[in-house]
């Protein structure tokens, strides 16, 4: 059992950045892939970043592409999403994911690929 809290969330104006940070608790021995993604109104969540165990393998989704940079820490149990020149578009409640992996190269984008999650937070940018 994996424990998911977000922070970070907030209201900022279009061009500002963000960083929401994710910390993990619980049974946190074992290897976990992480994601972020993100769920605006009326609209499907969708994955905007993954990560690999080792940190080194990342994917992001082509919207947010070169703005967007995930993170881990895994001394911490954190992973880190830094959002630079924030758009109204990226609008959405922002939601951390993790789930366990023998591989630690491995990511995932789909929902369905992940057993925990956080609560999330809002993002929200005004124009």
């Known amino acids: 059992q994996v424990q998911l809290v977000e922070s970070g969330g907030g209201l900022v104006q279009t061009g500002g950045s963000l960083r929401l940070s994710c910390a993990a608790s619980?049974?946190?021995?074992?290897?976990?892939?992480m994601g972020w993604f993100r769920q605006a109104p009326g609209k499907e969540r969708e994955s905007v970043a993954a990560?690999?165990?080792?940190?080194?393998?990342?994917s992001y989704a082509d919207s947010v592409k070169a703005r967007f940079t995930i993170s881990r820490d895994n001394a911490k149990n954190t992973v880190y999403l830094q959002m630079n020149s924030l758009k109204p578009e990226d609008t959405a409640v922002y939601y951390c994911?993790?789930?366990?992996?023998?591989?630690?190269?491995?990511?995932?984008?789909?929902?369905?690929?992940?057993?925990?999650w956080g609560q999330g937070t809002q993002v929200t940018v005004s124009s």
């Open positions: 990560i690999s165990w080792s940190g080194y393998k990342t």
């Open positions: 994911a993790a789930t366990i992996t023998y591989s630690s190269g491995s990511y995932y984008l789909e929902p369905y690929e992940y057993a925990y």
């Open positions: 619980g049974r946190t021995r074992s290897s976990y892939a």
